[in-house]
Nanobody
Framework: VQLQASGGGLVQAGGSLRLSCAAS????????MAWFRQAPGKEREIVGR????????YTADSVKGRFTISRDNTKNMMYLQMDSLKPEDTAVYYC???????????????WGQGTLVTVSS
């Protein structure tokens, strides 16, 4: 499956952004999906993941209550709604797909190219 992330940009602290991940090439609903991010000088970390049917989601403690992950299997799209953004949310955000629940980066089979989110203070 090919993944294309978009929606990043520059936003002030407290603002919102919605990232999108468009999938193509395989049956989107057959894949677990996730968002990761990587800040400069830091390791890639999971932001959230979602099951194939959208019934189960997980968000990291660092973004819980501020970020919401969702997907639309009819449109082959996954989203990350980011509210109350903080400067520490600045990172390149990646979408990922896998045949198993993506609890860690090594479980992702496919990656999007990343989209940069910059939060100014």
């Amino acid at each position: 499956v090919q993944l294309q992330a978009s929606g990043g940009g520059l936003v002030q602290a407290g603002g919102s952004l919605r990232l999108s991940c468009a999938a193509s090439g395989r049956t989107f609903r057959d894949y677990y999906m996730a968002w990761f991010r990587q800040a400069p000088g830091k390791e890639r970390e999971i932001v959230g993941r979602i099951s194939m049917s959208t019934a189960r989601t997980y968000t990291a403690d660092s973004v819980k209550g501020r970020f919401t992950i969702s997907r639309d299997n009819t449109k082959n799209m996954m989203y990350l709604q980011m509210d109350s953004l903080k400067p520490e949310d600045t990172a390149v955000y990646y979408c990922a797909a896998g045949s198993r629940p993506i609890v860690a980066s090594f479980l992702a089979d496919y990656w999007g190219q990343g989209t940069l989110v910059t939060v100014s203070s």
